[in-house]
């Protein structure tokens, strides 16, 4: 599956978790401008990468505003349809998320946002036709630009598509 990023963002390549981390370090530290902050930037970014390889991540990139975006396989059904994506919906409203599920190229996409602690938290859930397992891209940031991510994580799924590697 093929996803444009905003072009603000810059991709850590995960492939290589040893450079990833200062890659990652290296951004945030230009995007604070707090040269006094870099030990702590560097535990950081390490613990941000660990965190995502471990969850078996694939997409880790950071927005222009510091946002966060990152990407997943989770287990999923190959038969993705509208009752699978509106079931999926009810159970995490249930826990709490505000949702809403949009309609894609590629079919339902069910985007799920929680708040807590000045942080939200957005989720795309989004289905490969075919593919038992469906993709989590997730965009988390500090609260204050709530519906600059909203609509971050819609364009992002809008644009998904079959055509090029993950």
Do not use: K
Request: hydrophobic share 40%.
């Amino acid at each position: 599956m093929r996803l444009t990023l905003p072009a603000d963002a810059t991709l850590v390549d995960l492939a290589r978790p040893d450079h990833a981390a200062p890659r990652l370090a290296a951004t945030l530290d230009q995007l604070r401008n707090q040269p006094s902050l870099a030990a702590e930037t560097d535990m950081l970014a390490r613990q941000m990468i660990e965190e995502v390889t471990r969850a078996g991540g694939y997409l880790f990139a950071v927005l222009g505003d510091g946002a966060t975006l990152t990407g997943a396989n989770a287990p999923g059904t190959p038969d993705w349809t509208g009752e699978y994506a509106d079931a999926l919906r009810w159970r995490l409203d249930d826990t709490g998320h505000e949702t809403i599920t949009v309609d894609t190229p590629l079919g339902p996409v069910v985007v799920a946002e929680r708040v807590t602690a000045g942080i939200v938290q957005l989720q795309a859930f989004l289905a490969e036709p075919g593919c038992p397992d469906i993709v989590v891209i997730t965009l988390t940031a500090p609260s204050g630009r709530s519906q600059t991510h909203r609509m971050t994580i819609l364009d992002i799924v809008h644009t998904a598509g079959l055509d090029g590697p993950r």
